[in-house]
């Protein structure tokens, strides 16, 4: 079973920018895809980033292109959320996610045991 830690959030001012971690234990995860999701309070989680197993291929929901690159670490056991140019509207908690198989973009695509336990992003206006 593979453990998800996400780490790097915090308050920023509108206009800032923060490396979001997300760290395997366990198990390797650098076979796997990985995304990152984000829910705002009262809303459902959402889908912001994913890579594919070589980093090779990354998707961006529209709200976040241009702005956020996600990526993976050198021994793939790792992926990072570089976000950048952040707006008021980014406030969220951010969760990692992982698949075996394909790439998530969307809640559906995460088995309950493949999530970490999510890091807040606050972003003042």
């Known amino acids: 079973q593979v453990q998800l830690v996400e780490s790097g959030g915090g308050l920023v001012q509108a206009g800032g920018s923060l490396r979001l971690s997300c760290a395997a234990s366990?198990?390797?995860?650098?076979?796997?895809?990985m995304g990152w999701f984000r829910q705002a309070p009262g809303k459902e989680r959402d889908f912001v980033a994913a890579?594919?197993?070589?980093?090779?291929?990354?998707y961006y929901a529209d709200s976040v292109k241009g702005r956020f690159t996600i990526s993976r670490g050198v021994a793939k056991n790792t992926v990072y959320l570089q976000m950048n140019s952040l707006k008021p509207e980014d406030t969220a908690v951010y969760y990692c996610a992982a698949n075996p198989i394909i790439i998530p973009r969307n809640v559906r695509d995460v088995e309950d045991d493949y999530w970490g336990q999510g890091t807040q992003v606050t972003v003042s206006s």
């Open positions: 890579i594919n197993h070589s980093g090779g291929l990354t």
């Open positions: 366990g198990r390797t995860i650098s076979s796997y895809a």
